[in-house]
Nanobody, 129 residues
């Protein structure tokens, strides 16, 4: 029922910036916790950032804190990830995900990939040195 489509990936030099976006359709966007995950080749899918249904709460993995900003626009059914001061180790396929949230935003829950119900197909972000 819910479709998520990422966009905005590309190639950027280390220290540069990139913004990836996720457009949702087929559901009630404002009812979902939204998250960003990334996966590098031969590595596990890794949590990056999450945002609560109304945007009041956010949570980031330590490696991106202070560099990345997650935001959402419920009127446009979009969630964005602004990535600044990019590093080569940020290179990965970035996925957006949606979680049906019947309870309060919980950092122990939002970092877990298997707890998300819907996933996009990903967008490649490559950071060169």
């Amino acid at each position: 029922q819910v479709q998520l489509v990422e966009s905005g990936g590309g190639l950027v030099q280390a220290g540069g910036s990139l913004r990836v976006s996720c457009a949702a359709s087929g559901g009630t966007f404002s009812g979902y916790v939204m998250g960003w995950f990334r996966q590098a080749p031969e590595k596990e899918r890794e949590f990056v950032a999450a945002i609560s249904r109304n945007g009041a709460s956010t949570y980031y993995t330590d490696s991106v804190k202070g560099r990345f900003t997650i935001s959402r626009d419920n009127a446009k059914n979009t969630v964005n990830l602004q990535m600044n001061t990019l590093k080569p180790e940020d290179t990965a396929v970035y996925y957006c995900a949606a979680m049906r949230q019947p309870f309060t935003f919980n950092t122990g829950v939002v970092v877990t990939p298997k707890l998300y119900d819907y996933w996009g197909s990903g967008t490649q972000v490559t950071v060169s040195s």
